[in-house]
């Protein structure tokens, strides 16, 4: 079975600063990798995914993250972040199985961007 | 886009009542959807995958007399919560993915908050 690990729970960054967030999954065969944005009170926004191809994968809102397959990390950044982009940041995985497959969530880190 | 739909959005139920909460896929066939739930300020737990045709599959620890699924058609799943309790009282989201496509397109619904008092 696979497993997400987001190791930050709460960031808090002033406008302008870069975000780097950790995501590290385990699973033994290929996998599909996604970021999830939640604002506060709404549902989920997918951000970006990476099924295959260039490991280097461009979102919306100006995010990117990166598939490190020897790490097994798919770390989410932006370069200067924006008072909007407070909310909640989920990783998650699924196998590439060709199929509807189920997810597997991380914990969830927190961000927080002070004016 | 593709878009998927939960009803209602938000429900309050009495204790020991059954709510039923639908996900339905308008402008693409999903032969499995996903339950997942998702308690306040914490990440989702996948529930059970909805198989169109056939009994759902529940994750470890999920009752299946008491979160009953049924997905009747290829664009419909429900979840029905039965003799809820206050501890039942959460977000539950599901998603589904375009029958005959790879696993890496998902369509998550608005979501349905239930409160039981």
């Known amino acids: 079975a696979q497993s997400v690990s987001q190791h930050n729970h709460h960031v808090i960054l002033s406008e302008a600063a870069s975000l780097e967030l950790g995501c590290n999954y385990s699973?033994?065969?290929?996998?599909?990798l996604f970021w999830y944005v939640q604002y506060p009170g709404q549902h989920l926004q997918l951000l970006l995914k990476?099924?295959?191809?260039?490991?280097l994968v461009k979102g919306i809102k100006g995010f990117e993250a990166e598939f490190i397959k020897s790490k097994f990390s798919f770390n989410l950044r932006k370069p200067s972040v924006q008072w909007s982009d407070t909310a909640e940041y989920f990783c998650?995985?699924?196998?590439?199985?060709?199929?509807?497959?189920?997810?597997?969530f991380g914990t969830g880190t927190r961000l927080q961007v002070t004016l | 886009g593709a878009v998927v739909s939960q009803h209602p959005s938000r429900v309050i139920c009495k204790s020991g009542t059954s709510v039923k909460i639908e996900c339905r896929s308008l402008?693409?066939?999903?032969?499995?959807m996903f339950w997942y739930r998702q308690f306040p300020k914490k990440s989702l737990m996948l529930m059970a995958t909805?198989?169109?045709?056939?009994?759902?599959?529940?994750e470890q620890g999920v009752e299946k007399d008491k979160f009953l699924i049924n997905h009747a058609s290829l664009t419909l799943s429900t979840l029905t919560v039965t003799s809820a309790h206050p501890e039942d009282s959460s977000f539950y989201i599901c998603?589904?993915?375009?029958?005959?496509?790879?696993?890496?397109?998902?369509?998550f619904g608005e979501g349905s908050w239930l409160t039981v008092v």
């Open positions: 998603s589904a993915s375009p029958a005959g496509s790879s696993g890496n397109t998902i369509y």
């Open positions: 699973y033994g065969g290929t996998v599909n």
């Open positions: 990476y099924f295959s191809g260039d490991p």
């Open positions: 998650a995985v699924n196998p590439n199985t060709g199929t509807a497959s189920k997810l597997t």
């Open positions: 402008d693409f066939q999903a032969t499995t």
């Open positions: 909805s198989n169109e045709g056939s009994k759902a599959t529940y």
